[in-house]
């Protein structure tokens, strides 16, 4: 993957994340993380890669795809992109995951300690 490619990768997560948190009108984008970003080669496609604390998964997902063409617009300006990648968003299972292999070592030292 080239450096060109990498770098608008940083820059996309560090301006989505302010887009968000600074901009976004619904309460949901504003309690967004934004995780990862990983851009195709041909730049067409740009995968955004989130997590969130609490609530419900759906609801993070409907505000996400109601506000894809604002958000897509706005990262425009803030990168001076020429072209636009087409917004992919997808939950970052990671942090669940590790949340979960956390609390399965937990009960295990629990049971086996006494």
Known sequence: MSLAIKRLESNALRE????????????????????EVRITNDLSFMTVYYTFYEGNKENYEQALAESNGYLRTALAKKLNARK?????????????????????LKEYHDKHDN
């Open 16 to 35: 989505l994340s302010i887009i968000l948190s600074r901009q976004a009108k619904n309460d949901y984008l504003k309690r967004i993380t934004i995780t």
């Open 84 to 104: 636009m990648p087409e917004l992919i968003f997808k939950f970052d299972e990671s942090l669940a995951y590790g949340n979960h292999i956390e609390e399965l």
